[in-house]
Nanobody
């Protein structure tokens, strides 16, 4: 069983910063991509940022220049540093990882429980 434990959400004023962390544990053989998604009320879940095992990074246009994703492969942990936060960044942020439980198994997508980020104006 694979578990993703997120931390670091909260309430912050516009212009402030938060850092999200997501630790992956359990019976996972290898991790491919890790990333963060978010879902605001009444909207679809959207990709915020992702990073592959080779270090390839992708950001949503709305967060480029403000958010930074990083991963610690030794700890199976992914981080999201969020600076210059805006009220429109308010959402539940979900950690996602894609990995396999054994060398011959297919890739599977796993999700965290979500952490609330609220940015006040």
């Amino acid at each position: 069983q694979v578990q993703l434990v997120e931390s670091g959400g909260g309430l912050v004023q516009a212009g402030g910063s938060l850092r999200l962390s997501c630790a992956v544990s359990g019976s996972i053989f290898s991790i491919s991509a890790m990333g963060w998604y978010r879902q605001a009320p009444g909207k679809q879940r959207e990709l915020v940022a992702s990073v592959t095992s080779t270090g390839r990074i992708n950001y949503a246009d709305s967060v480029k220049g403000r958010f930074t994703i990083s991963r610690d492969n030794a700890k199976n942990t992914v981080y999201l540093q969020m600076n210059s936060l805006k009220p429109e960044d308010t959402a539940v942020y979900y950690c996602n990882t894609v990995g396999r439980m054994a060398i011959a198994n297919p890739l599977v997508s796993y999700w965290g429980q979500g952490t609330q980020v609220t940015v006040s104006s």
